[in-house]
């Protein structure tokens, strides 16, 4: 079966909800960067160091909630059809809260900035936060511009909020458990 | 949006086959057992297996509560396709499904259903729930490909066969020329939920047409190949 329609070559696309929207649209910028973002686990579970291989089965689970946060950007309008397509409950967002406590409670107190780096795993980490940061930016763009919208993505907004945050932490716990140190910023 | 998150598949099914009833020379309708526990909605598909190959077959819920017909067309030079032609009847087949995104969204707007050949399945599917009042645009080569003519052209608004053959011009109910040509000069601006089935290049038309003719419209497609 072909993936590829040709619909798509003249700089447009389609959303499950049916609309055709220029890719520039903030809504295909906010699913592709869930895309990106995905993708970017992908690379930390690739060079996931042996020591951190309980953070697995919580990758997978994130990986599979992106899949469900892309078919939900990518739906303007509530689809009574589709699960996927409805927006993230609130306990997906929890598990990230409790998954960020379990590591932070091994982690040192932050007392300074520390810079983005130290094992592969925790750089891959690094880059998803910011691709994070910027699902979310989107995300936020999205629901501005279609005000009827907003009520559909606050569980999306939540989860992406805090999924930023767990992949900051996780990226410390990676350099943790290879001890790798933090490199703490010099701001003179 | 182009994402592995369109696909379910559901279980494994196993299930022979029935029926085979020729519609023309080369397109036939298989009817199979449909497995006790198999449920699906009006638009999906199956993920047929068999001698190692896969091929998807849009369903169509059988005459009988306990049997689904699929509508094959044999291509020449394919391999799933002349082997269902040919197999005999009682022949076993395993399929995983039903998936598929492809299904009837009611809304406000007006349905516009369109296919090529044998893309016309899924809509047959959709008619057989009870929907009527959309406009079928049916592109063939020849009026005795019309597959399903009889219960769609009832239930539509309007329905609307584009011949493409060189006898076409001489159905004086039909349009001579291909659904896109009709789309682009022949239908009223609007807006629309589009609903495509058939080839890529069909569809890839589509929606370049409804990106310019008809901007504030929705379109669903099942590209086949
Ligand atoms: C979502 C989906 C739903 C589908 N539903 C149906 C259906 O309901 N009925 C149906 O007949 N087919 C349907 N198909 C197509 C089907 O899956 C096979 O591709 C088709 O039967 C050809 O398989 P084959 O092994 O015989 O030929 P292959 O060896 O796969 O292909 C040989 C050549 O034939 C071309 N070809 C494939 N299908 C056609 C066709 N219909 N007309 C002309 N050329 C073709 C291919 O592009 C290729 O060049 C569907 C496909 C998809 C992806």
């Known amino acids: 079966m072909k993936i590829y329609t040709g619909g798509g070559d003249r700089g447009r696309t389609s959303l499950f909800s049916g609309e055709r929207l220029f890719k520039d649209d903030a809504r295909v910028e906010a699913y592709g960067d869930v895309d990106e973002l995905n993708s970017l686990l992908g690379a930390v579970l690739a060079v996931l160091p042996d020591d951190c291989r309980d953070k697995i089965g919580e990758l997978h689970q994130i990986q599979s909630d992106l899949f469900r946060v892309g078919a939900c950007l990518a739906t303007s309008g509530e689809d009574p059809s589709f699960k996927t397509t409805r927006d993230l409950p609130l306990e997906n967002a ?76 996780l990226a410390r716990y990676c350099n943790q458990a290879t001890r790798t140190p933090d490199t703490p910023w010099e701001s003179a | 949006m182009t994402s592995q998150a369109s696909c379910t598949s559901g279980n494994r099914h196993t299930s022979r086959i029935l029926h085979r009833q020729w519609l023309t020379k080369d397109t036939f309708t298989l009817t199979l057992e449909r497995p006790p526990d198999f449920h699906f909605q009006a638009g999906q598909r199956i993920h047929l297996l068999t001698g190692g190959k896969t091929r998807d077959y849009s369903l169509i819920p059988g005459d009988r509560q306990d049997q689904l017909t699929l509508l094959i067309r044999s291509v020449a030079d394919g ?120 080839r890529r290049e069909m569809i890839a038309e589509v929606m370049d047409i409804v990106d310019h003719r008809f901007p504030s419209s929705r379109i669903y497609s099942e590209i086949f190949f």
């Not at chain 1, 907003?150 to 909020?161: A, F, H, I, P, V």
């Not at chain 2, 349009?175 to 609903?195: I, K, N, Q």
């Open chain 2, 79 to 198: 391999v799933v396709s002349p082997h269902l032609s040919r197999c005999p009847l009682g022949t076993a087949l395993d399929f995983t499904g039903p998936s598929g995104h492809f299904i009837y969204r009611p809304s406000s707007r007006s349905a516009i259903w369109i296919a090529t050949g044998a893309g016309i399945a899924p809509f047959v599917a959709m008619c057989r729930t009870g929907i009527q009042g959309f406009v079928l645009l049916h592109g063939v080569r020849h009026d005795d490909e019309l597959y399903f003519r009889d219960n769609m052209a009832p239930a539509a608004l309007r329905y609307v066969p584009c011949l493409t053959g060189v006898s076409s011009s001489l159905s004086p109910y039909a349009f001579p020329g291909r659904v896109t040509d009709y789309l682009r000069h022949h239908f009223p601006e609007g807006a629309y939920d589009f609903y495509a089935a058939g």
């Open chain 1, 94 to 169: 929890r598990f990230l809260e409790q998954a960020i406590d379990r590591m932070d409670e091994q982690l040192p107190r932050l007392s300074q900035f520390i810079l983005p780096g130290g094992h592969p795993a925790a750089c891959w980490s690094h880059v998803a936060r910011c691709v994070c940061r910027r699902a979310e930016r989107h995300t936020v763009r999205t629901i501005r511009q279609a005000s009827d919208d907003g009520k559909m993505y606050s569980g999306t907004l939540t989860y992406l909020n805090r999924l930023s945050d767990y992949l900051f932490v």
